[in-house]
């Protein structure tokens, strides 16, 4: 049995809880112009996470899907995030999603088996460590039979193969981040190359798909080659984004 969704009503929520001149970081085009993304992981945990609660809720990097859920269906959420962003961590920490300072590339985690569901949404291709190292560290942190949601941008995608046809440069270089360089993409995966990682990272049960989260690009031109290129969507090998869906062992390893 799901819980109740209602996109209008995540749309309002979204509108009133994100896109204030309080919640600064990023932007209030950016928040609008990616609420796709936000909105389908958001609607995939309403169809599979237990329909009674509240859950234990951990959004790793930006807590806005934490968030989200504490307004939709009153969870108990938590931001797991690197130092920096005062003022992201600041605004959560009023609307009642306190913030972990917990760097996934470098340490395990300051808990276990303590979460119901983690996001790790856009996070893993800005780690420049093999995927299956944070993501085994994640599966720490779920309680047995937990849930994850992880979404990355397919390696394959358009906008990637239109690049390297260009000879423009599709990552970031790849380093570890330090108090002067934040990083962007560092590593982007095909669907067999994350479904390794979660192999690898002792998940047995977990699905990965091809998804289109339909967003407009900032660049008047590439904007024009998404209109031009958006019937080859239909090829799922080149839609812009990866969906996993996780569950972590029933008995912990």
Request: net charge neutral.
């Amino acid at each position: 049995m799901a819980r109740p969704w209602n996109p209008k009503e995540f749309d309002a929520l979204w509108e009133r809880s994100i896109c204030t001149d309080e919640m600064n970081f990023g932007g209030r085009d950016y928040y609008l112009r990616y609420r796709s993304r936000y909105k389908t992981c958001i609607e995939r945990f309403a169809r599979l996470a237990p329909p009674v609660g509240p859950l234990d809720v951990l959004d790793i990097g930006g807590g806005q899907l934490a968030l989200m859920c504490k307004r939709l269906w009153g969870d108990r959420g938590v931001l797991a995030d690197i130092p920096g962003p005062e003022l992201l961590h600041h605004y959560m920490a009023k609307q009642g999603v306190p913030t972990v300072i917990w760097n996934v590339c470098t340490s395990d985690a300051p808990f276990k088996d303590k979460f119901d569901v983690i996001f790790f949404s856009e996070v893993i291709e800005h780690l420049p460590i093999p995927g299956y190292i944070a993501l085994e560290r994640l599966r720490n942190v779920l309680r047995p039979g937990g849930l994850m949601i992880c979404t990355t941008p397919n390696l394959y995608r358009l906008r990637n193969v239109f690049f390297m046809a260009l000879g423009l440069p599709i990552f970031d270089y790849f380093q570890l981040p330090d108090e002067e360089h934040s990083l962007s993409h560092v590593i982007e995966y095909s669907r067999d190359h994350l479904r390794w990682q979660f192999d690898k990272a002792g998940f047995n049960q977990f699905d990965i798909e091809y998804c289109q989260m339909h967003h407009l690009p900032i660049n008047p031109l590439y904007r024009v080659l998404s209109w031009l290129g958006y019937p080859l969507f239909l090829a799922p090998r080149f839609r812009d984004n990866l969906l996993a869906i996780a569950y972590a062992p029933s008995t912990p390893k």
